[in-house]
């Protein structure tokens, strides 16, 4: 079956503009996640989704940055105001959303964001 | 301190080398340790995982996990150049949803 797509694949934009960076996760994954990799770092956790809901919104790292989900399925991760240091890869993941097993964890190819 | 830490190499080594890859962590509540693959502009694919201590082989990859010095590593034997992407440790809690990401080793296998 398809796994984890992100779009758009690469986004420039200039600086104080607004992204949209969508993620379509596998069908039938309850449970996603939206990560930050600048480059040659590792991943920085932003946001995790369970179902619609958002019970860890821990690390989105200022009011510019929100996310949402519709359906169980789809979601956006907007910023807005963009800045310079926002310049970095959006990789989303999704997993069954089991607890207490290692849950795995797919991965898209990521938005690679560049703000100029 | 840093919930897990992770030398970013690079790491450098010939075709056939054994590649030790580690992790060390702070948080004795990690009960699952995973390594993931990221190829160049892909996004990670789990590679392994284990449940608390102990090792786990699959076929040229060894997972070792020792809780009470708070290590985890994973060893490639015969390296291949195709092996040549950067290595992230992940841990998670029992029952917990979130996952804690190394930040990566990149490693080379020169052929």
């Known amino acids: 079956g398809a796994g984890v797509s992100q779009s758009p694949s690469n986004k420039v934009t200039e600086k104080g503009k607004d992204v949209e960076l969508r993620c379509d996760p596998i069908s039938g994954h309850t449970a996603l996640y939206w990560y930050r990799q600048r480059l040659g770092q590792g991943l920085e956790f932003l946001i995790y989704f369970q179902g619609n809901s958002a019970p860890d919104k821990s690390g989105l790292p200022s009011d510019r940055f929100s996310a949402e989900r519709t359906g169980e399925s789809v979601s956006t991760l907007t910023i807005q105001r963009t800045q310079q240091e926002d310049s970095a890869v959006y990789l989303c993941?999704?997993?069954?959303?089991?607890?207490?097993?290692?849950?795995?964890?797919?991965f898209g190819p990521g938005t690679r964001l560049t703000v100029l | 301190q840093k919930e897990v830490e992770q030398d970013p190499g690079p790491l450098s080594v010939p075709e056939g080398a054994i590649v030790s890859l580690n992790c060390t962590y702070s948080?004795?509540?990690?009960?699952?340790f995973m390594w993931y693959r990221q190829y160049s502009r892909k996004g990670p694919e789990l590679l392994m995982y284990?449940?608390?201590?102990g090792n786990k082989e699959d076929g040229r990859f060894t997972a070792q996990v020792d809780k009470s010095s708070k290590y985890i590593s994973l060893f490639i034997r015969d390296s291949q150049p195709s092996d040549s992407a950067t290595y992230l440790c992940?841990?998670?809690?029992?029952?917990?949803?979130?996952?804690?990401f190394g930040a990566g080793t990149r490693l080379f296998v020169k052929a």
């Open positions: 993941a999704s997993s069954g959303g089991l607890a207490g097993s290692t849950d795995t964890q797919y």
């Open positions: 284990t449940y608390s201590s």
């Open positions: 948080n004795s509540a990690f009960q699952y």
């Open positions: 992940a841990l998670k809690n029992t029952g917990g949803f979130k996952t804690i």
